[in-house]
């Protein structure tokens, strides 16, 4: 593949200065992994559930209230913010973190799923994607290289390479092209990186192909990074499709480093995903669920529209500790709800974020004990059976 990192010399992100990761216990009975992932704006108990923020915001919360659900990190990102409000703004109001006023850790996704997912809208080259933006139509190019600058200007702690997802499903070939390409560009990431206080996260690429996934782990492991990033699913494919890939590709990354499942985070995938060595999740599920009115429960997702909860006393989570849980009923979020109110789904949204925060949290004290096996057992039927 031409590509000199892979075969002359590994090459290291100055970021391990600035970065530690320390796997601290491995669960006797699955091999589900608990770690301490320290950062320049804080450490990071692993394994853990990131809320996204798209543009900078988590939807319908503000920081104070993502900070009282026990996040200790969350995403942003950069196509969007490149976008809207641009990213040279954002770096004149010092970064992220001062810009949105969070000051835990932040990760950025490079635009690569973003611009790839906009298929009548955009052309993929060597040199890089062009692209019109939907909304307005206008043309924009992003390069590796325009991808490391815009996520260096926006200032988050951990960034993401620019990759080409491949669609589900996809013919060999298609998917070979898109791996190799994403390892050719990964080399151009790390050549544009400058920051040694941001660490840049590698993509196992691969699509649904066992002999690519592991070419494409192979290959990013030739970097010295402060963690890796799986890709490439939960882009349509069946659950026991994704199950098995992110099974089958966790084991092939460092032992020593934080594995990023990107784009994936119910709390079954959580279970499925922990159980299969992964350390950190993102999804916007919690925010875009409650918006539609439903919440997480140990018995499955419910939905407050539901005409049981018209009079029910009840918090939406028995022994939940959350905002809405502590302070509201059932009944009354449902009546925000059906009155249309914003406020239903500021409620919902915190119940959810903090749901997986802490299912995260008891995953991880489940894997500190040794019975993460048992744990996995008690409540994965549970969850479905909604």
């Known amino acids: 593949m031409g590509n000199k990192s892979v075969n002359n010399y590994i090459k290291r992100d100055k970021a391990h200065d600035y970065f530690n990761y320390e796997l601290i216990h491995t669960c006797k009975q699955t091999g589900a992994r608990a770690g301490i992932f320290d950062t320049p704006h804080g450490t990071i108990l692993t394994p853990i559930f990131m809320p996204v923020g798209t543009n900078s915001a988590v939807k319908a919360l503000v920081s104070d209230q993502i900070m009282d659900t026990g996040a200790q990190i969350m995403l942003a990102n950069s196509y969007h913010l490149y976008l809207r409000a641009g990213t040279k703004l954002i770096k004149q109001f010092g970064g992220i973190h001062s810009w949105m006023n969070w000051h835990k850790p932040v990760l950025t996704d490079s635009g690569g799923f973003q611009v790839f997912s906009l298929a009548h809208l955009r052309k993929i080259t060597e040199d890089g994607v062009e692209f019109r933006d939907p909304k307005d139509g206008k043309k924009h190019f992003i390069s590796p290289e325009v991808s490391m600058e815009i996520q260096q200007d926006i200032g988050a702690d951990i960034i993401m390479a620019f990759d080409e997802c491949a669609p589900y499903p996809c013919d060999y070939q298609t998917a070979k092209a898109a791996m190799e390409r994403t390892h050719r560009w990964l080399d151009r990431c790390f050549e544009s990186k400058t920051n040694p206080r941001q660490a840049l996260f590698p993509i196992v690429q691969g699509a649904f192909y066992d ?6 782990a192979r290959v990013i492991s ?22 098995y890939f992110v099974k089958f590709t966790a084991p092939l990354l460092p032992n020593d480093k934080p594995r990023y499942l990107m784009g994936v985070g119910t709390p079954e995938d959580l279970l499925d995903g922990i159980k299969n060595g992964i350390d950190m999740f993102d999804c916007v599920l919690p925010t875009r669920n409650a918006r539609h009115g439903s919440f997480f429960t140990w018995d499955g997702k419910k939905n407050i529209k539901n005409k049981q909860f018209w009079d029910d006393d009840k918090p939406l989570v028995e022994g939940c500790t959350c905002y809405a849980c502590r302070n509201h009923s059932r009944a009354y979020i449902r009546h925000l709800f059906r009155c249309q109110e914003a406020t239903a789904a500021t409620l919902l949204s915190i119940h959810n974020i903090q749901f997986l925060v802490e299912f995260s949290q008891k995953c991880r004290q489940a894997i500190l004990e040794d019975r993460f096996g048992d744990f996995y057992q008690e409540h994965y039927d549970r969850l479905l059976s909604n």
């Open 211 to 216: 002999d690519l996934r592991k070419e494409s």
């Open 222 to 243: 030739t970097y010295d990074t402060v963690g890796y990033a799986i890709g490439g699913v939960s882009v349509g494919e069946p659950a026991d499709v994704k199950n």
